[in-house]
């Protein structure tokens, strides 16, 4: 058994029930999904791929705040990042932050929480 859900699904689903307060939580959601898995025999793990690629100027409509580590230049998460913080500047402020405090970097380094810039917002 296959589940495709498509990127703008959940903002078709929301216009169909009436707006996003009449749809379950995410936790409610995500509960469902992995019923729904564990009844096709697809176990307990969800597993998915996207084609979206999140870059300064996309407008974030469900999430606005992210834990993260601090990335490797030149990766595509630095690109999720700096969208997230409204783009390019706000990207290098946060980054400098961290390397006059010195913030260890990559997979084993320090952790941000970061909040979306209001732009950043839909």
């Known amino acids: 058994a296959t589940m495709r859900i498509g990127q703008w699904d959940a903002f078709r689903l929301a216009r169909v029930a009436g707006g996003w307060d009449q749809l379950p939580s995410a936790p409610q959601a995500l509960a469902s999904v992995a019923n729904w898995a564990q009844s096709n025999g697809l176990g307990p793990e969800v597993v998915g791929e996207t084609r979206l690629m999140i870059a300064p100027g996309y407008r974030f409509a469900l999430v606005d705040r992210l834990f993260t580590n601090t990335h490797q230049p030149r990766s595509t998460l630095l690109l999720l990042v700096a969208a997230l ?24 380094g320090d952790s941000t929480f970061l909040s979306a810039a209001p732009a950043a917002r839909l």
């Open 85 to 108: 913080l409204g783009g390019r500047g706000r990207l290098l402020a946060v980054y400098q932050h961290a390397l006059d405090n010195g913030y260890r970097f990559l997979s084993y």
